[in-house]
Each structure stands twice: as structure tokens, then as C-alpha cells.
């Protein structure tokens, strides 16, 4: 442990901060329970590849996932972003997106509802089982929606940063506007989103302005407040790395050309690349896209490293649970789009990082391929609580890798988006629409980056996995038009 601690002082020493400076006057040392704490931590759009990969430099996370497990097949059963919370949140299979309609403060897209039993969530089964229990987040759905009223007041503390949506719009420059939206995506609704956005935030010369900084903080805050309440349960959700991107330079020239120069491409439009982005300068704006997206990962991990540091003083880190989970990815550029596109659930929108990291460290460093999803998470940290799970539940206890055994068997991964589904075995994908056409099939032993669509020349396997999707949802899924 002595060496991810040292990682984290050395990352946030080279960020340009002392961990002395970051720190927050303190709770009581705490002294070991009976039964472990719980800290999950929710990152929207944040990449497997960028989390466990090369791409982005995230050496908090890594620590984390040389303390725990990580599970590099995890494919989320229900996105986006609400849809994935509720199945995190409920350890309830969520898709398909049954008798949707739509709801005040949400949008107007299937599967945007709130969740079905507050009281079944495994944030409240902990606290009636004596757990004192914290929420922090940015999240501007989750976080003041009405329709998630109830869930919010369920806490013995929740809490909220506004202006992700919304908020303040002015003492915004025209220069700094133009700055970060490149005139291939500005219109004017991407014109009042990033003014709005800069007016809330506004952290590329001061990163403590940032959404990840403020929601970290705020878990600190809980997390001492926890301390002295042991047990305790908390969920930091934080909304970054979500898109627009607007980082500060020390983190952008970690990964661009530090000799750029032009307006970036701060938020990309969901769409075909090819539908926004022309000639010459397609490649130069997908890269710098990369790169200001890589930027805002690492500058999430810092933040997350400052959290993960109080933990540590506060001596929590052996009587602490964590899970480290994400709601759904992005696509740069791969397979022709920016974005998030509900027919395109490849692995760089359809797959993220989930670690769990045992108190005592258990299998500390190893990697399993078991086809995890978002709603193993509940199960999972309540088997780890010693609390029994609500029969509601239906995802898998993942804890029992750490005994050394796998989970219940599961030969496959299902679930969707929007109108999409998709299912995924360790030799196939298939990918469709809701209506059963459009089919995309990948023979992954063959094409693992997904690039060839072989659904003319297997019809049987279309078949055969197609079946499974509708067996297990209960039958013909269902579609809404608009």
C-alpha cells in the first residue's frame, strides 16, 4: 500500500499542489469496526481503455486496482446515464425500458425514470441496517431532478454542485467562448450550454473550480463526518469527464500538441464524424478531441487522489470497501462517430472500469474476465457489509472472487440503450435495434476491434443470440418512436 500512497503524494506534488494544502481539518482517527465501511465511486463516461489502458494517465485509479479486483468485462445491462445509476444504485436489471413515459426534470429519452424502490437501494438497506450513509454529487439529474426527491432525502447527508445544466450564464468573454467551442460545433444551443458551463465552472487557469474538485471535496466532508458515525456508507458520483471539455494546459499538453494553437473542439456533437468534420483538419480535431479528453480523465483521478489520501489519514483503508464503477463510455472517432450513439454499443461506449477493492486486500491486483455489469454493484457491496441483499436484486455477488471462487455463471452480457440492445459472449457481439433489424455481428476472436459486421454470413448466430435477448427480457422489447 506504501507504494500507490506514494504515487498519489507524487502525482499531486507534480499537479502543483501539496497533499498539506489539500487537506481537510479532520475527523477522530478512526478505530476498526465490526463491520467494513463502503465507498463506492461513480465516474460518468469514463472509458475501460482509459482507466486500465495507456490512454490517459490515471495512477489513482491505478492504485485502487492494484489494491482489488478489477473486472475487465464489465458492459453496463442499462444506459445512459440515469438508466446506469438505477441499475448500480438498485442491483436490479433495468433494460428493457418497460412502460416508459416521460418524467418532469429528466429527459425525454427511454429508460429516464426514477427509481422504482427507493427503499430497495443499497444505500438504504445499509442505513436500516445501521450504516450511516452520504451522497456527493454534481450529477444534474440525480442531484435536483424532482422525480428524485425521494432518493436525495433518503441520506443522513447528501450533497449537490449545481451548473453541470443550467445555472449562471454570465462574465463570460466572447474570446473565452469562441475559445472552447471549435466553429465546426457551434450553433447556438452549443453556444449556451459551454456559456453556461464556464459561467458555473470556469476551472481551466484554477482546477480547484473544477466539478471533480468540488465533488471530491464535498466527499471528504462526508468521509469525516462518516468516520465519526462509523459504519458508514457513501457514493461520490462525479459527473466529470462528461463532456464539455475545457481543461487546464498542464493537463492538455499531456497528451496534445503543446503547440496548438486553434479553438478547441470542446464539445463534440453526437453524430457521424463525417456529418461535422471535413477535409484536412478531420484527424488534427478527432486528435485534439483525444487529448482533451484524456485531460480531463487524469484531472479527475487527481481529484480522486485527494479523496483516496484522506481516506488514508484517516486510517480507513483497512476496514474500507471500495468499488470503483463507470456509467457508460464515449466514442472519439471510432467506428465513424463522436459521442454517444445508442446503435453503436462497441466496447469504447459499452464498456467500463469496475474495481472492487476488498479491507483486507484480497486478491489484491488481479484481473477477472467474468462478464460483470452495473448491477452487480449492489449485491456485491452488501455481501461485502455482511447485510443480506433484497430478493429485488437480481445482479451477482462479485465478492466472492476474493475466496478464490467465481461468481454464479453468466456465458453472456445483455442489455441497451435508447431503442438499442445488445448481447455479448467471449466469442460474439451482436448489436440491433429494439425492433429486431439492424443487426451488427462481430466474431471477436477474429475482429476483437469490432470492425467487421458478419450478420449476412451467420444468420443462425443472429438468431440464436437474438433469442437469448428476448428470452431474457421477457419477450419483444420494446420501442418508442420520437
Not at 470503483?324 to 472517432?333: E, I, P, Q, T
Not at 448489436?431 to 451467420?458: C, H, I, K, M, W
Amino acid at each position: 500500500m506504501g507504494d500507490s500512497r506514494t504515487t498519489r503524494r507524487r502525482f499531486l506534488q507534480a499537479a502543483g499542489t501539496s497533499a498539506a494544502a489539500l487537506s481537510v481539518p479532520g475527523a477522530a482517527v478512526a478505530r476498526p469496526g465490526d463491520r467494513p465501511n463502503v465507498v463506492v465511486i461513480v465516474v460518468d463516461t469514463l472509458r475501460a481503455d482509459h482507466c486500465y489502458g495507456t490512454r490517459a494517465r490515471t495512477p489513482n485509479m491505478d492504485a485502487l486496482a492494484r489494491d482489488g479486483v478489477r473486472f475487465v468485462r464489465t458492459h453496463p445491462e442499462a444506459m445512459p446515464t440515469i438508466p446506469a445509476r438505477n441499475s448500480i444504485l438498485s442491483g436490479r436489471r433495468v433494460f428493457p425500458f418497460r412502460g416508459w413515459h416521460d418524467y418532469r426534470g429528466l429527459l425525454e429519452r427511454p429508460g429516464w425514470a426514477p427509481l422504482e424502490d427507493v427503499g430497495q437501494t443499497f444505500t438504504t438497506v445499509l442505513r436500516k441496517a445501521g450504516y450511516w450513509t452520504g451522497y456527493a454529487t454534481d450529477n444534474p439529474f440525480l442531484g435536483y431532478a424532482p422525480p428524485y426527491a425521494r432518493f436525495r432525502a433518503g441520506f443522513d447527508r447528501f450533497a449537490r454542485t449545481g451548473g453541470q445544466l443550467g445555472g449562471r450564464r454570465g462574465g463570460v468573454s466572447e474570446h473565452e467562448l469562441r475559445h472552447w467551442l471549435h466553429p465546426a460545433m457551434e450553433d447556438a444551443p452549443t453556444r449556451e450550454r459551454m456559456r453556461r458551463y464556464l459561467a458555473n465552472a470556469g476551472y481551466s487557469h484554477d482546477e480547484t473550480r473544477s466539478f471533480a474538485a468540488r465533488v471530491f471535496r464535498d466527499g471528504v466532508r462526508l468521509l469525516e463526518a462518516g468516520a465519526r458515525r462509523r459504519p458508514f456508507a457513501l457514493v461520490v458520483d462525479t459527473f466529470q469527464p462528461h463532456e464539455p471539455w475545457t481543461p487546464p494546459r498542464k493537463y492538455l499538453d499531456m497528451y496534445g500538441d503543446p503547440d496548438y494553437r486553434g479553438r478547441e473542439p470542446g464539445l463534440p456533437r453526437y453524430d457521424t464524424v463525417r456529418s461535422y468534420l471535413h477535409g484536412a483538419n478531420r484527424e488534427r480535431l478527432l486528435a485534439r478531441m483525444r487529448a482533451l479528453y484524456a485531460a480531463e480523465v487524469t484531472m479527475t483521478d487527481r481529484w480522486l487522489g485527494v479523496f483516496l489520501d484522506r481516506l488514508h489519514e484517516l486510517r480507513l483503508e483497512r476496514e474500507t470497501a471500495i468499488v470503483l464503477v463507470a456509467d457508460h463510455g464515449f466514442l472519439l472517432g471510432e467506428h465513424g462517430y463522436t459521442g454517444k450513439k445508442a446503435e453503436r454499443l462497441h466496447p469504447e461506449l459499452a464498456r467500463v472500469p469496475l474495481t472492487v477493492v476488498h479491507p483486507g486486500h484480497r486478491r489484491a491486483g488481479r484481473a477477472s474476465d467474468y462478464l460483470a455489469s452495473t448491477h452487480d454493484v449492489a449485491p456485491t457491496v452488501l455481501s461485502m457489509a455482511g447485510v443480506r441483499a433484497p430478493r429485488a436484486m437480481t445482479g451477482a455477488d462479485l465478492s466472492s472472487v476474493f475466496g478464490g471462487r467465481r461468481p454464479p455463471q453468466r456465458r453472456y452480457a445483455y442489455g441497451g440503450y435508447d431503442n438499442s440492445f445488445y448481447i455479448r459472449t467471449h466469442r460474439w457481439a451482436l448489436l440491433g435495434s429494439n425492433l429486431g433489424s439492424g443487426f451488427q455481428l462481430y466474431d471477436l476472436r477474429r475482429d476483437p476491434g469490432e470492425t467487421r459486421n458478419v450478420a449476412g454470413a451467420y444468420p443462425t448466430k443472429v438468431r440464436e443470440l437474438y433469442g437469448i435477448v428476448l428470452k431474457r427480457a421477457g419477450g419483444r422489447l420494446p420501442y418508442y418512436a420520437g
